[in-house]
């Protein structure tokens, strides 16, 4: 792994660029600075939805998940490395079969709302989907590891379930949505 910095400030991305974990920089606003901002702007929602009291088994899944988006923005911060493998879609598969099986079924869409954590968890998906087309971007034009872009689609989906999930806990349902009648 990169070097770790004992000093915060270096002054080097002082003008547009910064640097990646292989040494070499790129414009602040290149589009793998884009997807590496956008995965630690979902890990930092995922913290807002920890700092809730939530179920252990939605703790226990999303702090291994915040690992896992470090290990994902290592890999877009170092071109040609690798970590996430079959074995991170399995853990997201096999756990969002867990949390799903005790829901209802899915009749109507619904709001993202309802209480702190279920807001956040909402938030977090629509960020997850944010990455993801990001990090699809990228791949456009640069080799990435497949892996992250089933990642961040299976992330999202957990993300929705978690939500159906953290809705019952916090408020007991789920708000639906219902069309809008002019009367």
């Known amino acids: 792994m990169g070097n770790r910095l ?12 910064t640097g990646l974990g292989d040494g070499t920089r790129v414009e602040k606003d290149h589009i ?3 997807a590496i901002g ?17 179920p252990e088994e939605i703790a226990t899944a999303l702090n291994k998940i915040q690992h896992h ?10 071109p040609e490395y690798t970590s996430l493998d079959e074995n991170y ?4 598969e096999n756990t969002l079969d867990s949390i799903n099986a005790d829901l209802p079924a899915l009749k109507e869409f619904i ?5 702190h954590a279920t807001s956040s968890c909402h938030l977090a998906r629509t960020v ?18 497949a892996y992250s872009l089933q990642y961040l689609n299976r992330l999202s989906d957990l ?6 999930v953290l809705a019952r806990h916090e408020n007991g349902s789920e708000v639906l949505w219902q069309p809008y009648q002019d009367k």
């Open 6 to 17: 004992s000093k915060i400030y270096t002054r080097t991305g002082d003008k547009g660029t």
């Open 69 to 78: 988006l470090f290990d994902l923005g290592g890999e877009l911060s170092m």
């Open 128 to 145: 997850c989907r944010r990455a993801e087309r990001r990090v699809f971007t990228l791949a456009k034009d640069e080799k990435i590891n």
């Open 89 to 92: 879609i399995t853990y997201l």
């Open 111 to 115: 709001l993202p709302t309802g209480g």
């Open 32 to 34: 793998r600075i884009e």
């Open 159 to 164: 993300l929705f379930v978690a939500a159906r």
């Open 38 to 54: 956008t995965v630690d702007e979902l890990n930092s929602i995922i913290g807002m939805i920890l700092s809730n009291s939530i």
